[in-house]
């Protein structure tokens, strides 16, 4: 069973286009963290979300945390080629250190 | 910080040979996980340790699968025999509290591993 389920799976788009990814649970997170994983690399953290209805930026990223702490949605503006990588959702239970990583959604900015 | 470093990077073997990887976590870090990395089944943990101490080694799959942690900065992955359905990217990562009760995970650049 797939706790989190990422989508789409696989996105490619245009340099400058916009775009939403999708992190969707039945399970309530008390924290949600968005990696971003480029190719021959590891996931590099992004951002964690804690409140329900909390939206963070980071540049021309968008995160947000569902009201119920149960999805999560992350938003690129203008996207360009260096945003091209594997996008992980990952939900963390209060007081416990491991994560529930989705599978990811894998993004292609071509120029 | 030179961040979670892992070795080697890519290592290529044949089946029944002993693979050993290695980890340096991040320096004041108390825990150390191992994960797995494949197109089928994404990332997969496979033990994790709280101050040198496995906690859950749930998801090792196998017997053949053993991870030691001697001490705070070094943590090894060991599979013997090796078999090709293990080949691939195994990561390592080490984390700490952040905000609020969130626990936040810092991966290393991972070793591929082919087993033919």
């Known amino acids: 069973t797939q706790l989190l389920e990422q989508s789409p799976q696989f996105l490619s788009i245009q340099e400058g286009e916009n775009l939403t990814v999708y992190c969707n649970s039945s399970?309530?997170?008390?924290?949600l963290q968005w990696y971003r994983q480029e190719p021959g690399e590891g996931p590099v953290l992004l951002v964690t979300?804690?409140?329900?209805?909390e939206v963070k930026k980071l540049k021309r990223l968008t995160f947000q945390f569902g009201d119920a702490r149960k999805d999560s949605s992350l938003h690129i503006t203008a996207a360009q080629p260096g945003d091209t990588g594997l996008y992980l959702c990952?939900?963390?239970?209060?007081?416990?250190?491991?994560?529930?990583f989705g599978k990811g959604t894998m993004l292609l900015v071509s120029p | 910080d030179a961040g979670v470093i892992q070795s080697p990077r890519h290592e290529v073997t044949e089946m029944g040979q002993e693979v050993t990887l290695r980890c340096k976590p991040i320096?004041?870090?108390?825990?150390l996980f191992w994960y797995r990395q494949t197109m089928m089944r994404g990332l997969e943990l496979l033990i994790y340790?709280?101050?040198?101490?496995?906690i859950d080694d749930s998801g090792m799959p196998e017997d053949r699968f053993s991870a030691k942690m001697p001490n705070a900065s070094f943590s090894t992955l060991k599979i013997q025999p090796s078999e090709p359905r293990d080949s691939a990217v195994y990561f390592c990562?080490?984390?700490?509290w952040g905000q609020g009760t969130s626990y936040e995970q810092y991966f290393g650049p991972g070793t591929r591993l082919t087993v033919t």
């Open positions: 990562a080490s984390g700490a």
């Open positions: 399970s309530v997170f008390s924290s």
């Open positions: 979300v804690v409140t329900g209805g």
């Open positions: 990952a939900g963390s239970y209060s007081g416990y250190s491991t994560l529930t």
């Open positions: 320096s004041g870090h108390d825990y």
């Open positions: 340790f709280n101050n040198n101490v496995p």
